[in-house]
């Protein structure tokens, strides 16, 4: 059973700075961290800041500059250090990793459990 856990949401001031943390269970054949979603209120999940194997990165244009996603394979942990933070970055964020079982199964997409980060302004 593949478990993502999340930490590292909170309260936090305008201008504050919040680091995510997921960590994947066990040790899998491979697992392929991908990156972190959002879900605000009403809205729909969009994807806050992507990696690839290769380490590049991409991010929501309205993060740029202030979000770092990153992550250490040898440790199966993804972060997402958060700075200047906006109320407006304010949902549940979600991890989101590729893991193969076995060496002769497909990637399957997993999901963390989703962590709150609040801004107030």
């Known amino acids: 059973q593949v478990q993502l856990v999340e930490s590292g949401g909170g309260l936090v001031q305008a201008g504050g700075s919040l680091r995510l943390s997921c960590g994947v269970s066990?040790?899998?054949?491979?697992?392929?961290?991908k990156g972190w979603y959002r879900q605000a209120p009403g809205k729909q999940r969009e994807l806050v800041a992507g990696?690839?194997?290769?380490?590049?990165?991409n991010y929501v244009d309205s993060v740029r500059g202030r979000f770092t996603v990153s992550r250490d394979n040898a440790k199966k942990m993804v972060y997402l250090q958060m700075d200047s933070l906006k109320p407006e970055d304010t949902a549940v964020y979600y991890c989101?990793?590729?893991?193969?079982?076995?060496?002769?199964?497909?990637?399957?997409?997993?999901w963390g459990q989703g962590t709150q980060v609040t801004v107030s302004s």
């Open positions: 989101n990793v590729g893991v193969r079982l076995g060496p002769f199964s497909r990637e399957d997409d997993y």
């Open positions: 066990r040790n899998w054949f491979s697992i392929n961290a």
């Open positions: 990696i690839t194997n290769d380490g590049s990165t």
